[in-house]
């Protein structure tokens, strides 16, 4: 039963991302569902739960939906719509409430699969990925890619992480730096890592090339 729905919903999440080019299409949702999977079986948690999480997790997500509420509803009237019994459908939709960065000020995840699958969201935002990620979701926004006069924001609230001026590389002080420190898995942190260095080592030669240096 389990993977006929989880087949359902992945054809559910692809029409409803087919079409979105902001770096959270649906192949995000594919690369963090493979994350998912890889985290839960390292730490023991629930494979359905991980799973079904990572696929709908942008359903909810304001950016795609237009408001958080209207896309935690959603979620829950598609697993209701499938006949998902209501403590997986309260635990799957706990799980994608708490995930959003939100400018930094997201709570801490209460069970172990929570942990994995915003690990695995967490990792898609970090790395070679990341970096594409972030400079198509800049452009999409219409934000430039850089701009020294435009500084890196310390503190902000969701509001201000959503609508104030950045710039793409801004958005890897403002955000993905930070990540690293904030996964919740060992096997998560170990693949942070290695992720996080490719961000740093790419901001370096991003600056001298800026600089006209190399």
């Given at each position: 039963?389990?993977?006929?729905?989880i087949?359902?919903?992945?054809?559910?999440?692809?029409?409803?991302?087919?079409?979105?080019?902001?770096?959270?299409?649906?192949?995000?949702?594919?690369?963090?569902?493979?994350?998912?999977?890889?985290?839960?079986?390292?730490?023991?948690?629930?494979?359905?739960?991980?799973?079904?999480?990572?696929?709908?997790?942008?359903?909810?997500?304001?950016?795609?939906?237009?408001?958080?509420?209207?896309?935690?509803?959603?979620?829950?009237?598609?697993?209701?719509?499938?006949?998902?019994?209501?403590?997986?459908?309260?635990?799957?939709?706990?799980?994608?409430?708490?995930?959003?960065?939100?400018?930094?000020?997201?709570?801490?995840?209460?069970?172990?699969?929570?942990?994995?699958v915003?690990?695995?969201?967490?990792?898609?935002?970090?790395?070679?990925?990341?970096?594409?990620r972030?400079?198509?979701?800049?452009g999409?926004?219409?934000?430039?890619?850089?701009?020294?006069?435009?500084?890196?924001?310390?503190?902000?609230?969701?509001?201000?992480?959503?609508?104030?001026?950045?710039?793409?590389?801004?958005?890897?002080?403002?955000?993905?730096?930070?990540?690293?420190?904030?996964?919740?898995?060992?096997?998560?942190?170990?693949?942070?890592?290695?992720?996080?260095?490719?961000?740093?080592k790419?901001?370096?030669?991003?600056?001298?090339?800026?600089?006209?240096?190399?």
């Amino acid at each position: 039963m389990s993977n006929s729905i989880i087949e359902k919903t992945e054809e559910f999440v692809r029409e409803k991302l087919k079409d979105e080019s902001s770096g959270h299409d649906w192949y995000h949702i594919y690369r963090v569902t493979k994350l998912a999977e890889t985290i839960a079986e390292h730490e023991g948690a629930d494979r359905f739960i991980c799973v079904m999480a990572a696929l709908l997790h942008d359903i909810a997500d304001e950016k795609i939906a237009g408001t958080e509420e209207e896309g935690l509803k959603e979620v829950k009237l598609w697993l209701e719509s499938i006949a998902l019994e209501s403590k997986y459908i309260d635990h799957i939709v706990s799980i994608i409430s708490t995930m959003s960065f939100k400018g930094g000020n997201q709570s801490p995840m209460q069970t172990i699969e929570g942990k994995v699958v915003q690990d695995a969201d967490r990792l898609d935002a970090i790395g070679a990925i990341g970096i594409g990620r972030t400079f198509a979701y800049s452009g999409a926004k219409g934000q430039l890619m850089y701009d020294p006069n435009i500084p890196v924001r310390e503190k902000m609230t969701k509001d201000q992480y959503r609508n104030e001026k950045s710039t793409a590389v801004n958005h890897f002080y403002e955000k993905l730096l930070k990540l690293k420190d904030k996964m919740n898995t060992e096997i998560g942190k170990k693949m942070a890592d290695e992720r996080h260095a490719f961000l740093e080592k790419f901001l370096e030669q991003f600056f001298e090339e800026w600089e006209g240096k190399r």
